[in-house]
């Protein structure tokens, strides 16, 4: 089932496998202003937010955090966790209080393991979230950095 990137795990995923990947759920709410994770740290879980914003942000030598993406309701958050050497690629920070269901990366990537189907389609889910994520990464350094901008070509 492919579904595009901006929706959620109920979209993605088909219902059995939703299902199952939400046997391993946690509830957790982090406050405003909380860090999520930095760029280079272990990725060892991933979230589902149900409500508030997150931020991702790219750090950037000599200026502030660029903040590439704001994440919200149904949105995966994390996606380094699936990919070795499992460490973040950018940073994440609650611009509202945030409630989400979190996922331990280690037990969800042995279910994908023993059931190569539910493993195809996590893999499929998360690859497009990545893909969107390179999409917006891009257009939005352009935007911050370049002399003219992202430009219309894309």
């Not at 309701?73 to 050497?85: C, D, E, K, V, Y």
């Not at 996922?103 to 979230?129: E, H, I, K, N």
Request: aromatic letters at 10%.
């Amino acid at each position: 089932m492919n579904a595009p990137a901006t929706a959620g795990m109920l979209q993605a995923l088909p219902a059995e496998h939703r299902h199952r990947l939400m046997c391993f759920a946690r509830e957790v709410s982090f406050p405003q202003g909380t860090r999520l994770f930095e760029e280079g740290g272990k990725a060892d879980r991933f979230w589902i937010i149900r409500t508030g914003t997150v931020a991702l942000d790219m750090h950037v030598p000599g200026r502030r955090a660029a903040v590439i993406e704001t994440l919200d309701h149904n949105q995966l958050l994390g996606w380094s966790w699936l990919f070795a050497p499992h460490s973040w690629h950018l940073g994440a920070e609650a611009t509202s209080p945030v409630r989400a269901y979190e996922f331990d990366a280690t037990a969800v990537r042995s279910m994908c393991r023993d059931d190569p189907a539910l493993g195809a389609s996590v893999a499929q889910w998360v690859g497009d979230v990545l893909a969107h994520r390179l999409r917006s990464s891009r257009i939005r350094l352009l935007d911050l950095y370049a002399p003219y901008g992202s430009g219309s070509f894309l």
